[in-house]
């Protein structure tokens, strides 16, 4: 056995509290280190620039702590609220960012607020609307709600506003809302706010014309004078520039019974036979006879345009008109389809039954429009065939020119050399000559 293994545990004692005394030693070493590095920090947070960064970096801290936190969801508002609630700017708030806002119990409750609320809070709601950070079509809509409203409880304010809408657009107006009960009701009030209007020069673009935006206020005072006074009523029309007169047939839709007659000789007087027979076509006085899906008896037509006075060539631009409308809507139908000559035929025979003489004529420019709409080879064949059928069973040479005409200037798709074909078959021998040349 090694001497080591005899050591006197007197030795181990004697060496372990030497080991003990070096940690000793060493710890309170590193105490007065730290003491000293804590000495120099505090000294640093006292100076001058480390009291500058100091919010800085504080505000930096809260800023990441509220990033971080996840914000609360916003809850919606009850139904309760939404039925009854009279917070105008909240509830359009609300539904801004709705796709089908117009579906929402948000609008139909901002609508019934409107039919509730005073003149003046509707006025000053609208207002607001302007600082209001909405999307466009919103805004929009809820204009037209609370003018609608105004146009009984503040007209002055609704149709001066409506004149604003369209004044930078220098247009017609699609709507204007219903200036002529308006003058109904009050004809002073609103005689006096309209000519107040004319005299501000509101009416006028910047290059001294008559503006678009003065006929829906014009075509009601014109419309309000048919029946009492024709002749005012005629002055009033010629008072607007020819080139805006085809547009009032928008606002002069609805003509009393009563006043049919005055109204057709109104328009027959003031306006090209081309403007006021497309007015005529889309008018109460004969709307249920023109329209597409009319299926008005011929008899009844022939009856109405015997009261109404229109003349043979006027029936013939109206039944030229009305097949024209039909082989467009036939052309959009028919695209990829196999055109449909049975429809052609049914309409062909309904016009003969109101009007023989303007058949022809109105079949030939019906093909026309087909051809144009279409400009396929097939439709080219599917005409061609209905026009040469057509004339060998008896139909005259007012069918055939259209398609002829359309080919020698260009306006439809249709070979020269095919147009010849269809030349050769007039019977009239200088206007057979006439139109080979223009067709050469």
Do not use: C
Not at 79 to 84: F, I, K, M, P, Q
């Amino acid at each position: 056995m090694k001497n080591i293994h005899y050591v006197p545990p007197v030795v181990v004692l004697v060496m372990a509290a030497a080991w003990l005394a070096h940690l000793r030693g060493s710890n309170r070493a590193l105490e007065q280190e730290n003491r000293s590095l804590q000495g120099r920090i505090a000294e640093s947070r006292s100076a001058p620039a480390f009291q500058k960064e100091r919010p800085r970096a504080e505000a930096i801290s809260l800023k990441a702590k509220r990033e971080e936190k996840p914000s609360k969801p916003q809850t919606a508002p009850s139904a309760d609220w939404v039925s009854t609630s009279t917070d105008w700017r909240r509830l359009v708030l609300f539904i801004n960012d709705e796709a089908n806002y117009r579906y929402t119990a948000a609008w139909k409750r901002l609508e019934k607020l409107a039919s509730e609320m005073s003149a003046d809070e509707l006025v000053k709601a609208y207002k607001e609307m302007a600082a209001l950070g909405i999307h466009a079509p919103l805004r929009d809509d809820l204009e037209w709600v609370m003018l609608k409203e105004l146009e009984s409880s503040n007209p002055e304010f609704a149709f001066s506003e409506y004149i604003a809408k369209y004044q930078a657009e220098g247009k017609a107006p699609g709507r204007i809302g219903t200036f002529n009960k308006w003058l109904e009701r009050d004809p002073v009030a609103a005689t006096t706010w309209y000519e107040s209007q004319l005299a501000s020069g509101v009416f006028y673009t910047k290059l001294g014309g008559k503006s678009p935006i003065l006929l829906p206020f014009e075509s009601a005072f014109i419309m309000s004078l048919l029946g009492s006074d024709p002749s005012a009523a005629g002055q009033r029309m010629r008072n607007i520039p020819p080139e805006l007169r085809s547009v009032l047939g928008t606002y002069m839709w609805d003509v009393p019974k009563g006043n049919a007659q005055a109204f057709v000789d109104l328009v027959r007087e003031t306006m090209p036979m081309e403007e006021y027979m497309a007015i005529l076509r889309k008018n109460s006085v004969t709307e249920k006879n023109f329209s597409l899906s009319s299926d008005t008896p011929p008899q009844s037509v022939q009856k109405n345009l015997d009261s109404l006075g229109i003349s043979p060539e006027e029936r013939s631009s109206l039944m030229a008109h009305e097949f024209r409308d039909f082989a467009e809507y036939r052309a959009m139908r028919d695209r990829g389809n196999t055109p449909s000559r049975e429809k052609f035929d049914d309409h062909r025979r309904w016009i003969q039954a109101i009007d023989p003489s303007s058949a022809d004529r109105a079949t030939g420019f019906a093909l026309q429009t087909y051809l144009e709409k279409t400009g396929t080879t097939g439709a080219q064949e599917f005409v061609e065939k209905i026009a040469m059928e057509y004339h060998a069973s008896g139909a005259g040479d007012e069918l055939l020119i259209p398609l002829i005409e359309g080919s020698a200037n260009g306006n439809v798709p249709y070979p020269r050399e095919r147009a010849r074909v269809l030349a050769m078959m007039i019977s009239d021998t200088a206007l057979r000559e006439e139109l080979l040349k223009r067709l050469n």
